[in-house]
């Protein structure tokens, strides 16, 4: 495929066209994509590779290591997993000053009663893997799909934060957090950043981590309660891991409580050793919003919507949150998705392209500065009109930025590409003629589903496997919740005559 349409469509902004970030092996999927990149250019990109066996998945994680330039500096490299591992999930991934890469992620064992390990390894700047990988934490009752969360400083020491139940407490989730060394020494004991709870009134879940060289340790999770509503909540520890802002039991709000309370996964950063900031998406018809912390979190500044509800966005009320943000050291940001589009008047075979914004901190609030740009494939014959469901993963120094993205293949294999511009982007680009919006709107947040559909429409739900679990007739506008339905990740199709529309949906009992 030529590449001159986006290469146009992008101007200047392209440093290096979209290249493939490994070889491909035939049945195998690069999902779970994770980037990170160093003051000086040079980038590592991690991920998942999937085989899907007839009785089970076969997952390892790889990653590897590029010259600024986007030149290969190593081989993908396959991580050591222990032997009775049979998943593997969730690798995040970040660079210290010095380039140092640091990679973390979910191993699940067959030994002991499916208990997970959460594992570690460290890479010099050239892609020289430092040790062996090692067990930060083990024997932990996770589930799969519960994100872990990194917090890393500049100078190489690091935090862990996880959602983990107990064997007395099944099914209560409370958040746990661990200090580091840059050789994966613990220098603190684990502690919970709030109270913990022991019965199923609500859980939490979803815990993000940012680490600055003072000490100070900004944890970041989701408050569901039984009610079905979804709070962002936040604490800040000094370097004894006595809290900052005061203790409190449940933890701070991020929001000021009045927004609509089916939010995602926050995504907490240090701008300094006294400020960070904190971005969210929050359903509609809110979209993604940031807030600015001074004072090491004693001081609010005001919240700022930095993207309006999208239309297009893919599953964007995933509480896990399919997007992925970076943020420079001169305090500029990057948000990247998927979005859903629609070739001609097909509404029954989305393809997807992935965008991105641009944006400042100014004067202590996120400050949007372009509009919505596309930077993967333009639409080919080999495009592939199938529900996208991987998130792009992104990051960014102050000359430069690195996307990585799933692509299907036509054979519906994800086959991970990545392209390297610089920050002059432009203003956006305008959605090309045939580009088309579907009348049909479906929004998902935990454990329910938002609809808007003209006249009357068919809801269908199917499984991971594609086996239809449920189905229902709607109207109008609305909400459809999953009743009688176990804990688990659906796929939820809306169809008229007019149009449909498709969202993932996460199911927690």
Not at 281 to 297: I, K, Q, T
Request: a negative charge.
């Amino acid at each position: 495929m030529s590449f001159s349409v986006l290469s146009l469509i992008l101007s200047a902004g392209v440093l290096v066209e979209p290249f493939p970030l490994a070889q491909s092996e035939p049945g195998h999927h690069q999902v779970c994509l994770r980037a990170a990149m160093a003051a000086d250019g040079h980038f590592a990109v991690a991920w998942v590779d999937s085989l899907q066996l007839p009785d089970r998945y076969e997952l390892d994680i790889f990653i590897r290591f590029f010259d600024k330039s986007g030149s290969a500096l190593t081989e993908p490299y396959k991580l050591n997993k222990l032997a009775d591992t049979n998943w593997v999930y969730w690798p995040c991934l970040d660079m210290d000053a010095a380039g140092n890469a640091f990679l973390i992620w979910e191993e699940r064992t067959d030994t002991r009663e499916d208990f997970s390990d959460i594992r570690f390894q460290c890479f010099t700047p050239d892609g020289v893997p430092i040790e062996t990988a090692q067990t930060l934490q083990d024997s932990l009752i996770l589930q799969a799909w519960r994100p872990i969360g990194l917090g890393l400083a500049p100078g190489g020491r690091f935090a862990v934060t996880w959602s983990e139940t107990k064997e007395e407490h099944p099914g209560v989730y409370n958040i746990y957090v661990r200090r580091y060394d840059v050789d994966g020494t613990p220098l603190d004991t684990v502690f919970l950043p709030n109270e913990e709870i022991t019965k199923f009134d609500f859980v939490y879940f979803f815990p993000n981590a940012a680490l600055n060289d003072a000490g100070d340790l900004v944890i970041t999770w989701l408050h569901f309660k039984e009610t079905m509503k979804i709070f962002p909540l936040f604490q800040v520890f000094d370097p004894e891991d006595t809290s900052i802002l005061g203790w409190e039991p449940m933890g701070h709000r991020v929001d000021d409580g009045d927004y609509g309370h089916n939010v995602t996964r926050s995504f907490p950063f240090w701008l300094d050793d006294c400020r960070f900031v904190v971005f969210w998406w929050d359903a509609p018809p809110e979209g993604l919003l940031g807030r600015v912390f001074s004072d090491r979190g004693t001081t609010r500044n005001p919240i700022r919507e930095v993207l309006h509800h999208e239309p297009f966005a893919m599953s964007l009320g995933d509480p896990k949150a399919t997007f992925s943000i970076d943020v420079s050291s001169d305090e500029r940001f990057v948000y990247t998705y998927a979005r859903n589009l629609y070739h001609g008047d097909d509404y029954m075979h989305p393809w997807v392209h992935h965008v991105g914004i641009l944006g400042e901190i100014a004067d202590d609030m996120p400050e949007r500065k372009t509009s919505i740009f596309e930077y993967s494939h333009p639409w080919d014959e080999d495009t592939v009109t199938y529900l996208n469901t991987q998130p792009p993963a992104v990051s960014v120094n102050n000359d430069q930025i690195v996307w990585v993205y799933s692509r299907l293949n036509i054979d519906t294999i994800y086959e991970a590409w990545v392209t390297i511009t610089d920050w002059d982007m432009g203003e956006g680009i305008v959605e090309e003629p045939l580009v088309n919006v579907s009348p049909v709107k479906l929004f998902s947040t935990l454990n329910r589903l938002s609809y808007e559909v003209p006249g009357e429409a068919v809801l269908t739900l199917y499984n991971s496997a594609g086996r239809r679990v449920a189905e229902d007739v709607i109207h109008g506008k609305g909400e459809w919740q999953a009743v009688n339905i176990p804990s688990g990740v659906y796929f939820a199709r809306v169809e008229n005559t007019q149009g449909s529309a498709r969202a993932k949906v996460v199911i927690v009992r």
